[in-house]
């Protein structure tokens, strides 16, 4: 087990309900794997550079 799959698996075990994240492109599929759903997509900027992220939902 990785250090992100620790981390999810005690987050979501300490939250009552649907669980949000904002995942950048390359932390998608790690989500996806888990169960996420994308609700949006989106651009943000950062310090002058836009870069695009997901807005994902995990339903219990």
Do not use: D, W
């Not at 994240?21 to 836009?50: C, D, M, N, W």
Request: glycine share 10%; charged share 25%.
């Amino acid at each position: 087990m990785g250090i992100g799959t620790a981390i999810c698996n005690k987050l979501e075990g300490a939250v009552q309900g649907n669980v949000f994240t904002h995942a950048s492109i390359t932390a998608k599929p790690f989500f996806e794997k888990r169960g996420y759903k994308v609700i949006k997509r989106q651009t943000v900027k950062r310090r002058g550079v836009l870069l695009t992220n997901f807005v994902m939902e995990y339903r219990r």
